[in-house]
Nanobody, 126 residues
């Protein structure tokens, strides 16, 4: 069982940077690939970025590529999402999620993730 709690959201202006954090409880964090997803008002939840259990591999959505960086600190059970050059269309609730499989590759499918945090709101004003 993995419990996840996001933090770091807030109101920023277009072009600003923001770093989200997700702290995981439990002893198995380092065995799970992790991901960030987001859901804007009236839209479905979408993939943003994912990272392998070791941190050695990552993948990004087209909109996140080049602006966002996902990373993890397994010693601190923490997942990060560094977001630069934010745009109003990045406004959403951001969720971290864990793939329940041990030592799996980065997972981009929200329906395949097993554990979810409650989300943190990011609002980007123009």
């Amino acid at each position: 069982q993995v419990q996840l709690e996001e933090s770091g959201g807030g109101l920023v202006q277009a072009g600003d940077s923001l770093t989200l954090s997700c702290v995981a409880s439990g002893r198995t964090f380092s065995r799970h690939s992790m991901g960030w997803f987001r859901q804007a008002p009236g839209k479905e939840r979408e993939f943003v970025a994912a990272i392998s259990w070791s941190g050695g591999g990552a993948t990004y959505s087209h909109s996140a590529e080049g602006r966002f960086t996902i990373s993890r600190d397994n010693a601190k059970n923490t997942l990060f999402l560094q977001m630069n050059s934010l745009k109003p269309e990045d406004t959403a609730v951001y969720y971290c999620a864990a793939d329940g499989r041990d030592y799996g590759p980065p997972n981009i499918l929200p329906e395949s993730m097993d554990y979810w945090g409650k989300g943190t709101l990011v609002t980007v004003s123009s």
